[in-house]
């Protein structure tokens, strides 16, 4: 680690490179014998320090937020369109 730059097992910075962190976690700690909070930390460092990847979970992130904000506006709609046809049945 002299380089500033925390190493990972290939296994785990492949795996980042698909876009999943939690997998890269697993195996840092199967590798490591890490804690998961240790294993997390280095791998949040590694991306940190690598912009391509730094960027892809930036964009996977804002993904899953208006995914998420699609849904609780479908289900917002839905709760509406049920209120309003219990009130025309009364």
């Given amino acids: 680690m002299g380089t500033g730059k925390p190493t990972l097992p290939i296994a785990a910075i492949a795996v980042l490179q698909e876009g999943n962190k939690i997998e890269a976690i697993k195996l840092v700690r199967e590798t490591s014998g890490l804690g998961l909070k240790e294993a997390k930390d280095l791998?949040?460092?590694?991306?940190?320090?690598?912009?391509?990847?730094?960027?892809r979970f930036?964009?996977?992130?804002?993904?899953?937020?208006?995914?998420?904000l699609l849904a609780l506006g479908f289900v917002v709609a839905l709760v509406a369109a049920i209120f309003a046809f219990r009130l025309n049945r009364s």
Avoid: H, W
């Fill in 43 to 55: 791998v949040e460092v590694y991306i940190a320090s690598q912009p391509a990847l730094q960027t």
């Fill in 58 to 68: 930036a964009a996977s992130n804002e993904q899953t937020k208006r995914g998420c």
